[in-house]
């Protein structure tokens, strides 16, 4: 039976692992390498590097980082922040993710989603997406995406976009709510439950994980595929195996030896 | 030498890396004569079907693909690599393949709540979990010494046949289970 990922995500600020609560507030929290080990060898089923700040600072991803990493885990993992070109997307590739993450640049130029398909495989292409809830009625979803860091809305809606980006070959959505993000207060499952139920592709659920019933109600109310856990494991408040074992006694499968 | 064949269908870098972690040197080529001539080989791939052949073609490499698979040498096909050694796939509105393993490729099933592409940790022989992802799968066959369930279908996961290995999952991302695979494959004598 296929299991249910969970996948840590791990927040970089020139070369170092932070933690902040919606974007602000951050914590160094270690290197990115030795943490990627530790959490490899603690049962994670992938990694997601954040490269938090390239965008805004115009700086290209740290190739160096990715390379490190991808000699030093055997699992697979994704990459996203400072991508701005297929040619970024390519070096990231080659360096060794399994997949690349993009987010803003999507929604400024979703032509790259279709490029990037085409060049690694829709299972290479990740689509990030920061929705926050809205009441105006021109999002039926009741989601407008947002972007930079949640500081700017799009205009588009949260449930349209994801089924656009599944049409021009994203392989993956990861939902990450701009409401429960940093929070610790449980997925927003309304919200990850409307995109799992409106594509065909797999759906990470992001955002406000805090105990292993977070994790669990993304999976079974939420309909998610996979969930992030950044701060509930970063304090070293909970384990991965911790998360697995809750998960496991609740009837959810999860890969239990690694 | 342990030789990646590079075909252009998709990155080598894992492949190269995981073998690298056990220690082991590895060469990559497209070229006809190193190949015919390797210890080893690994024929990796992700990607469409149809340019996979494509390239092999122009690179002249289906007739050296035949003459080594049916030589003895220790062969592991990864993924595309594996399907890719069959007689034909759905992919790409129907595509011949290479027939050096008989049997069929087909798509997943559009079912309510399967999404595809298969993606993440599955069981193999409902045992260890292995890194999937694909969609499109190998019909089970003879071969099967490894079957794995997705989306109401049962499929070959892993075929072995003579030197020939190959498999569905990816042992290079399959964390420590995959690199015991690997490095069994390294001292496989077919």
Same mark, same amino acid.
């Given at each position: 039976?296929?299991?249910?990922?969970?996948?840590?995500?791990?927040?970089?600020?020139?070369?170092?692992?932070?933690?902040?609560?919606?974007?602000?507030?951050?914590?160094?929290?270690?290197?990115?390498? @030795?943490?990627?080990?530790?959490?490899?060898?603690?049962?994670?089923?992938?990694?997601?590097?954040?490269?938090?700040?390239?965008?805004? @600072?115009?700086?290209?991803?740290?190739?160096?980082?990715?390379?490190?990493?991808?000699?030093?885990?055997?699992?697979?993992?994704?990459?996203?922040?400072?991508?701005?070109?297929?040619?970024?997307?390519?070096?990231?590739?080659?360096?060794?993710?399994?997949?690349?993450?993009?987010?803003?640049?999507?929604?400024?130029?979703?032509?790259?989603?279709?490029?990037?398909?085409?060049?690694?495989?829709?299972?290479?292409?990740?689509?990030?997406?920061?929705?926050?809830?809205?009441?105006?009625?021109?999002?039926?979803?009741?989601?407008?995406?947002?972007?930079?860091?949640?500081?700017?809305?799009?205009?588009?809606?949260?449930?349209?976009?994801?089924?656009?980006?599944?049409?021009?070959?994203?392989?993956?959505?990861?939902?990450?709510?701009?409401?429960?993000?940093?929070?610790?207060?449980?997925? @927003?499952?309304?919200?990850?439950?409307?995109?799992? @139920?409106?594509?065909?592709?797999?759906?990470?659920?992001?955002?406000?994980?805090?105990?292993?019933?977070?994790?669990?109600?993304?999976?079974?109310?939420?309909?998610?595929?996979?969930?992030?856990?950044?701060?509930?494991?970063?304090?070293?408040?909970?384990?991965?195996?911790?998360?697995?074992?809750?998960?496991?006694?609740?009837?959810?499968?999860?890969?239990?030896?690694? | 030498?342990?030789?990646?064949?590079?075909?252009?269908?998709?990155?080598?870098?894992?492949?190269?890396?995981?073998?690298?972690?056990?220690?082991? !040197?590895?060469?990559?080529?497209?070229?006809?004569?190193?190949?015919?001539?390797?210890?080893?080989?690994?024929?990796?791939?992700?990607?469409?079907?149809?340019?996979?052949?494509?390239?092999?073609?122009?690179?002249?490499?289906?007739?050296?693909?035949?003459?080594?698979?049916?030589?003895?040498?220790?062969?592991?096909?990864?993924?595309?690599?594996?399907?890719?050694?069959?007689?034909?796939?759905?992919?790409?509105?129907?595509?011949?393949?290479?027939?050096?393993?008989?049997?069929?490729?087909?798509?997943?099933?559009?079912?309510?709540?399967?999404?595809?592409?298969?993606?993440?940790?599955?069981?193999?022989?409902?045992? !260890?979990?292995?890194?999937?992802?694909?969609?499109?799968?190998? !019909?089970?066959?003879?071969?099967?010494?490894?079957?794995?369930?997705?989306?109401?279908?049962?499929?070959?996961?892993?075929?072995?046949?003579?030197?020939?290995?190959?498999?569905?999952?990816?042992?290079?991302?399959?964390?420590?289970?995959?690199?015991?695979?690997?490095?069994?494959?390294?001292?496989?004598?077919?």
């Amino acid at each position: 039976m296929l299991t249910k990922r969970i996948i840590p995500c791990l927040d970089v600020i020139r070369g170092r692992v932070t933690k902040g609560v919606r974007f602000q507030h951050n914590v160094d929290l270690g290197d990115p390498v @030795e943490m990627a080990i530790g959490y490899s060898n603690g049962g994670a089923d992938e990694l997601v590097f954040y490269d938090i700040t390239a965008s805004a @600072e115009h700086r290209p991803i740290d190739i160096g980082m990715v390379e490190a990493v991808a000699r030093s885990v055997r699992i697979p993992f994704a990459v996203g922040g400072g991508i701005s070109s297929l040619a970024d997307m390519e070096r990231v590739v080659l360096a060794g993710a399994e997949k690349v993450s993009v987010n803003s640049l999507a929604v400024r130029d979703p032509g790259i989603i279709r490029e990037g398909s085409k060049a690694f495989g829709a299972q290479c292409i990740v689509l990030g997406m920061d929705p926050v809830g809205t009441d105006d009625p021109s999002f039926p979803s009741g989601y407008e995406v947002t972007v930079r860091g949640f500081r700017e809305r799009t205009g588009l809606d949260a449930v349209e976009w994801a089924k656009r980006a599944v049409d021009l070959g994203a392989g993956e959505i990861v939902v990450n709510s701009v409401d429960a993000d940093g929070t610790r207060n449980g997925f @927003e499952l309304r919200l990850t439950r409307l995109i799992a @139920e409106a594509v065909g592709v797999p759906v990470v659920a992001s955002g406000g994980a805090g105990t292993p019933r977070h994790v669990a109600d993304a999976f079974t109310e939420g309909r998610a595929d996979a969930a992030i856990v950044a701060g509930m494991i970063h304090t070293g408040e909970w384990t991965i195996g911790e998360i697995k074992s809750f998960l496991s006694d609740a009837g959810i499968p999860v890969r239990r030896t690694w | 030498m342990l030789t990646i064949i590079d075909y252009k269908a998709g990155n080598l870098t894992s492949v190269k890396l995981a073998f690298a972690a056990l220690g082991v !040197e590895t060469r990559v080529t497209d070229d006809p004569a190193e190949i015919r001539a390797a210890d080893r080989l690994v024929f990796p791939g992700v990607g469409a079907a149809a340019s996979a052949m494509s390239n092999l073609r122009n690179a002249g490499l289906v007739d050296t693909l035949k003459a080594v698979t049916s030589s003895g040498t220790p062969f592991l096909g990864i993924c595309l690599g594996m399907q890719i050694l069959f007689d034909h796939t759905e992919e790409d509105g129907g595509t011949d393949t290479l027939g050096i393993l008989p049997g069929q490729v087909r798509r997943f099933p559009d079912v309510p709540g399967c999404k595809i592409p298969h993606i993440g940790w599955n069981q193999v022989n409902d045992r !260890e979990e292995y890194y999937f992802v694909h969609s499109y799968y190998v !019909e089970m066959n003879p071969f099967a010494e490894g079957t794995t369930e997705y989306a109401g279908v049962r499929f070959a996961s892993l075929v072995r046949r003579g030197n020939i290995l190959a498999s569905q999952f990816h042992p290079e991302k399959s964390g420590r289970i995959g690199l015991k695979m690997l490095s069994d494959f390294l001292s496989w004598n077919p």
